[in-house]
């Protein structure tokens, strides 16, 4: 059984969590920590959602735990279904940011740097944050050890941000065991964020 | 919830300056870090040093043992 540690995040980040994680298996069973209420009730509601069973277990301490049964051939309901169910993302845009250089924009590569830096940085500092930062090419320097904006791609993965690094640029620079952050992609999901985003911000 | 927290600004003249409170903040290992200019404060170089309010007092102890040039200390909430 795979366990989410979800304790001391707020809604909806939780049943964002988890969701992805039931999407992934064919079936088998997640448990969901959290501390508040509103998470469990909402976990559940997205158990129900996906055609699963769930069971909430009270443990100590003010921690909540929600176990997800996802059985063989567990359907999600239809989207017009009364049992739908999407949580809102009320701090995150439909914008996809795509950072595929170390420098922003051309002229001076230190300045370049500089600039990309503090751009993460802006970036974080948002108050509706974009659904999803792309790495590739020469940006997935930004997502490995030694970066200096991992504190700041931190901040964003933990809003509910996907930082997600080309695999196989990773492996081309040689820092496929070096990620720090977020986490691996390829070309087809990289096509896929941008054909689907309300707009495709390029620093 | 992200929620903003109150953090020191130290605000430059120049670049040079910035640029070398970045290297003795590196050198010493003073707290904090170089963000852009926040849109509600205005200065003469568009980088500062920040560091949350927690930090206040080693910051400013630093600026002065270090005889570092600035132009404003200023309080802004920072993500």
Redesign the interface.
Known sequence: MDTIDARGQ?CPLPVVRAKKALDKIPSGTLEVLVDNETSVGNLQKLAKSLGCTSQREDREEGVFAVIIEKGEGAQEVAADSPDAFTPDEP?LSDAVVVISSETMGVGDDKLGKNLMK?FI??L??QDKLPKTVLFYNGGVHWTVEGSEALDDLH?LAD?GVEVMSCGTCLKYYDLESKLAVGEITNMYVIAEKQMTAGVVVRP | MRTKTPHIVVTFASTDEAMAMEETAREQGIPGRMIPVPSDISAGCGLCWSVPVDDAESLTASLESAGLSYEGIHVVDLY
């Open positions: 707020e701090n503090a940085f802006s974080s500092q901040a809003a």
